[in-house]
């Protein structure tokens, strides 16, 4: 079995097996003509389940050969032009190469005895990303597995800093507050529209889901900043301590981005940290044309950003950064066996110091190879091609009678639901909704979201692709108005 590790003596079966492997994919790709195949649960399942895995095939050719039929045949391909689903974007091969490579070497990102070299590229990364965001010298951040990664860890540190503010301020004026007495006092404030990990990430910290206050939004589905004022004000009035204020930069359903510089001024005004979830509309900071968007995210306390939505990189590669370095101590603990308070003294550079994982993939391997082979500029046009095409779906869908869509997008994404001809019952509409998206998923021919807006059913385009063109746009519109239009057809018939 030691045949397989890879090492000195088996350099060329490692060459051999992953240049098969890379084939497979590469001709998978060149061949692919629709987004998936249409497969069911019920039909795969079996094959998968059948499979023993106490009896090895012994080879790389007959376990790709299996792959085939359980993974690669049926797999969903976002690099297809028409699927439109969720935040999933096609990869450039400069991340895909860098990944290769990761994962054979396989540093371990949590100190530097295992990550020489390692460390200090996602450092220099986290240097260039906190410089693009404007967060200035005293700025730091560490790589993630994911936004909702990010945004605990953000949150983390706003509660933590919250508690020495206030337990201090306290002190100060001769009262001993304990953490334990100021956390059932601690609250959240986002947008209605912002994402779930804010609500999870108050749960997993100890505040309960009712930390949050959740704030409405205006009609392009952005923070209403004169409610949050109003909440921020109330909140004090009771006695409580606004924590943190979440703004987001590209909300998952709308894309919309919240008035950040109006929500820094309101953060600032109560001493509450702001966090910015800007894990979707981080591809503006590399936007030729579009930065602007993102003005004000530089005052933030921290911020997170999604390389693996909006940068064009395999999952997993995100990251959260922080205007202020000594706030990352909250998530520092120190190991004897690992990372004792010696290193720090002598100081040896060791990532698990700010991470709250320890064993990490060196994935911002990925965006150093795709920086120095396509640029950030590369990278940024890419993004705009996509916000481009989104500008021009609204306006076909806008234009389309069968269908109403919800707002003109900031970034990329598109809310649109399907009109039927004549007067139908709102029930039944809704259902068309979801029997549209389910019909189309089936058919294998394109892939798109759904949402509630306002407690109607709605469907979604989240366009990443910069392959998309308005011809699929409009082809797919056509196909969910025929899937639509069918379910009503046989719906009316069964009533009648």
Not at 451 to 473: E, H, R, S
Request: glycine share 6%.
């Amino acid at each position: 079995m030691r045949s397989h590790l890879l090492n000195e003596t088996t350099a060329d079966l490692y060459r051999r097996s992953v240049t098969e492997g890379v084939d497979r994919v590469a001709a998978k790709l060149a061949t692919t003509e629709r987004p998936h195949t249409g497969i069911s649960v019920d039909e795969l399942a079996p094959v998968i389940n059948g499979i023993d895995l106490d009896e090895p095939l012994g080879d790389a050719t007959a376990a790709l050969d299996e792959l085939e039929d359980v993974y690669l045949r049926d797999a969903v391909y976002f690099h297809h032009p028409r699927y439109l689903g969720h935040l999933n974007c096609p990869v450039v091969i400069p991340a895909v190469v860098g990944e290769a490579v990761l994962s054979a070497v396989n540093s371990s990102l949590d100190t530097w005895d295992q990550s020489i070299g390692g460390t200090l590229i996602e450092r220099r990364l986290i240097e260039w990303t906190a410089r693009r965001i404007g967060l200035g010298e005293g700025a730091d951040g560490i790589f993630t597995s994911g936004g909702s990664q990010s945004n605990f860890h953000a949150l983390l540190l706003a509660r933590d800093e919250a508690c020495r503010i206030v337990m201090k301020r306290a002190l100060d004026e001769g009262t001993e507050l304990t953490k334990a007495e100021l956390l059932p006092k601690l609250r959240i404030f986002t947008s209605e529209a912002s994402h779930f990990s804010v609500q999870k990430s108050a749960a997993m910290l100890g505040l309960g889901y009712e930390a949050v206050i959740s704030v409405p939004v205006d009609r392009n589905r952005r923070m209403d900043t004169s409610v949050l004022a109003l909440e921020l004000e109330s909140c004090a009035a009771e006695g409580l301590f606004p924590m943190a204020v979440v703004a987001t930069a590209g909300t998952t359903d709308f894309g919309s981005i919240d008035p950040l510089p109006e929500i820094a001024r309101l953060a600032d005004e109560h001493s509450a940290w702001m966090h910015v979830d800007a894990a979707y509309g981080c591809g503006l900071l590399v936007s030729p044309t579009r930065r602007h968007l993102l003005d004000g995210i530089e005052r933030a306390d921290s911020v997170t950003v999604d390389y693996h939505k909006s940068f064009f990189q395999p999952v997993s590669s995100s990251a959260m950064l922080v205007r202020d370095r000594d706030t990352l101590k909250h998530a520092t603990y120190h190991a004897d066996y690992l990372n004792p308070r010696r290193m720090a003294e002598e100081r040896i550079p060791n990532q698990v110091d700010k991470s709250i994982q320890t064993t990490r993939r060196f994935d911002a391997l990925k965006l150093w190879m795709t920086l120095r082979i396509m640029g950030a500029d590369g990278v940024g046009s890419l993004f705009d091609q996509v916000v481009d095409l989104a500008a021009a779906g609204h306006g076909i869908i806008a234009a389309d009678p069968r269908f109403e869509v919800v707002v003109e997008p900031q970034i990329s994404t598109l809310v649109f639901r399907y009109l039927p001809a004549g007067e139908t019952r709102a029930d039944l509409v809704d259902e068309a909704q979801l029997h549209a998206r389910k019909a189309l998923f089936a058919s294998g021919e394109a892939v798109v979201a759904g949402t509630k807006v306002d407690g109607k059913q709605y469907l979604k385009f989240t366009l990443l692709n910069p392959q998309t063109t308005t011809a699929d746009i409009a082809a797919v519109l056509d196909l969910l108005a025929a899937h639509a239009e069918q379910f009503l057809g046989e719906s009316l018939a069964v009533h009648r």
